[in-house]
């Protein structure tokens, strides 16, 4: 049974930083690609960072020189750095993997002063 926990999430102000995990199990990050997606309210769900088996790295423009994904095939755990965090960030983040197949449950990032 494939599994991926969302953790991290949280309320930051604008400008501050947040790191989440994506703790996989029932499926090997070594050999799939991996997304990050966010949905905010009243918003279709999009695509931020994918990383693929290979390391290849793919981000969406709105956060571009903000975010960076990152993985670790031993722990088998996706990761997502979060900096220079604006309201608009602000959204349920969502792991899951490159065929949207499986998806974790996600968590709540929350950008407000």
């Known amino acids: 049974q494939v599994q991926l926990v969302e953790s991290g999430g949280g309320l930051v102000l604008p400008g501050g930083s947040l790191r989440l995990s994506c703790a996989a199990s029932?499926?090997?990050?070594?050999?799939?690609?991996m997304d990050w997606y966010r949905q905010a309210p009243g918003n279709q769900r999009e695509m931020v960072a994918r990383?693929?088996?290979?390391?290849?790295?793919n981000y969406a423009d709105s956060v571009k020189g903000r975010f960076t994904i990152s993985k670790d095939n031993a722990k088998n755990t996706v990761y997502l750095q979060m900096n220079s965090l604006k309201p608009e960030d602000t959204a349920v983040y969502y792991c899951?993997?490159?065929?949207?197949?499986?998806w974790g449950q996600g968590t709540q990032v929350t950008v407000s002063s």
């Open positions: 899951a993997d490159g065929q949207t197949k499986y």
């Open positions: 029932g499926i090997s990050i070594r050999i799939n690609t």
């Open positions: 990383i693929s088996s290979g390391g290849r790295i």
